[in-house]
């Protein structure tokens, strides 16, 4: 069955560090692939999508390349900030599920210091 | 404002105590979908609803019912809450591609005793 694999956290950056944080799929066909954010108390936010093989999706100086050879979409900011502080799940979703749902990773949470 | 709105955020109840969560989108979006989140677990499909009268079990959907009698919203309904049902639930909406992503309500923190 289809599945996400999300590194695990917590990870602790201090503020302006490069951040990647690795996301891995398994899926029949062409998933969609999304990273959502959340922050403390709030529900998900979605950061940002690819919708197919080499698409690069960018959103808050926030990077990932749908990578269809290594089945990846990791997730990169090239400096981060404090409040990117939250926790974050990488998503597929395949019109070949017949639910059509979001399959998400387990999470993995940030923590950018000062 | 395009939004999801889930009530309550927050409840606290006992074993066996009928509650009902209501959800409701005003983005004319087709599909629904309730989730639970667990620590470690992610999110998980509890019920998705394609259009009106039309529902279908995720994977987690026992103890849980729906229904979706009008096109904005989609209550969840735990008939006889148990302490395993102790979650943090999301609602959820899209139009119908599996392109297009799936906004979410803020969620509601439920503590079944």
């Known amino acids: 069955g289809n599945s996400v694999t999300q590194m695990e956290g917590p990870v602790t950056l201090s503020e302006e560090a490069f951040l990647t944080i690795n996301c891995t799929y398994t899926?029949?066909?062409?998933?969609?692939l999304f990273w959502y954010v959340q922050y403390p108390g709030e529900g998900l936010q979605l950061l940002l999508k690819?919708?197919?093989?080499?698409d690069k999706g960018s959103n808050k100086g926030f990077e990932a390349t749908y990578r269809k050879e290594t089945t990846s979409f990791h997730l990169e900011k090239g400096s981060v900030q404090v409040s990117d502080s939250a926790v974050y799940f990488c998503?597929?979703?395949?019109?070949?599920?017949?639910?059509?749902?979001?399959?998400f990773g387990s999470g993995t949470r940030l923590l950018v210091r000062p | 404002e395009a939004q999801v709105t889930q009530n309550p955020r927050y409840l606290i109840t006992v074993t066996g105590k009928k509650l009902t969560v209501t959800c409701s989108q005003n983005?004319?979006?087709?599909?629904m979908s309730w989730y639970r989140q667990d620590p470690g677990l992610g999110l998980r499909q509890i019920y998705y609803?394609?259009?009106?009268?039309?529902?279908d079990k995720g994977d987690v959907p026992e103890g849980y019912k729906v229904s979706r009698k009008e096109k904005r919203n989609f209550p969840l309904i735990l008939e006889s809450p148990s302490p395993n049902q102790t979650s943090l639930y999301f609602c959820?909406?899209?139009?119908?591609?599996?392109?297009?992503?799936?906004?979410f309500g803020d969620g509601t923190r439920l503590s079944i005793l």
């Open positions: 959820a909406s899209s139009a119908y591609r599996d392109t297009q992503p799936q906004h």
């Open positions: 899926a029949t066909g062409y998933p969609s």
């Open positions: 690819a919708t197919k093989a080499d």
């Open positions: 998503a597929l979703r395949s019109l070949m599920d017949s639910s059509y749902k979001l399959i």
């Open positions: 983005m004319n979006h087709e599909y």
């Open positions: 609803s394609m259009n009106v009268e039309v529902t």
